[in-house]
């Protein structure tokens, strides 16, 4: 109980259709809260800090069209009434059959998320220009505590230099989709585009 509370939810390349995706949450709330209880149990009358919660890296990448825009949205949604406890570290979500309208409540999660998501993967899909635009506007929205991206690196990491703490963008991987990126540096304000690394 002195290390990371982390957790690997790996259902990729299983032939995963968006009808599966409750029973998964299900099962990831029921482990997560059987290792916050046994974290808080070690630590004793001290207890967990607050903010402590299971960092889980969700790979529901390669099903190949089983995965659709109704399944993110139930992960998306589960994610986030499971926020008192689970913070999503990693998304992987790439060669599923996603559009715009998942690319919309992953923003909404982005947005949401008590500490920001590291890496959201969502290559080969079907997104369009409006979904990588719902996309960045959601990770550039502010957190509870300022600017969630670039991000702090999480304590004890030795990123940056003497100069101090080095700032971490979000890794979001969106090539082989339906999206030119001209039309979305168009459609983001100046502000919003100068933000952006490719």
Request: proline letters at 6%; glycine letters at 10%.
């Amino acid at each position: 109980a002195k290390g990371p509370l982390a957790l690997r939810l790996a259902a990729n390349r299983r032939e995963l259709a968006d009808g599966d995706v409750r029973d998964v949450l299900l099962e990831l709330r029921r482990v997560a809260e059987a290792m916050y209880a046994a974290a808080a149990a070690a630590r004793g009358d001290e207890g967990l800090r607050p903010g402590v919660r299971v960092t889980v890296d969700v790979c529901l990448e390669e099903n190949f069209g089983g995965l659709t825009d109704a399944g993110v949205t139930t992960l998306a949604r589960g994610l986030g009434a499971m926020r008192a406890i689970v913070q999503p570290r990693i998304l992987r979500l790439h060669a599923n059959a996603l559009t715009d309208a998942a690319a919309t409540v992953l923003a909404e999660l982005l947005c949401d998320t008590t500490w920001p998501v590291e890496e959201l993967h969502l290559s080969h899909n079907r997104l369009g220009a409006v979904g990588v635009v719902t996309l960045i506007r959601g990770a550039l929205s502010p957190g509870p505590f300022g600017p969630k991206y670039p991000r702090t690196p999480h304590a004890g990491r030795r990123e940056g230099g003497a100069q101090g703490v080095a700032r971490v963008p979000l890794w979001l991987r969106l090539e082989f989709n339906l999206v030119d990126t001209r039309e979305v540096l168009a459609a983001l304000a100046p502000d919003e585009a100068s933000r952006l690394c490719a």
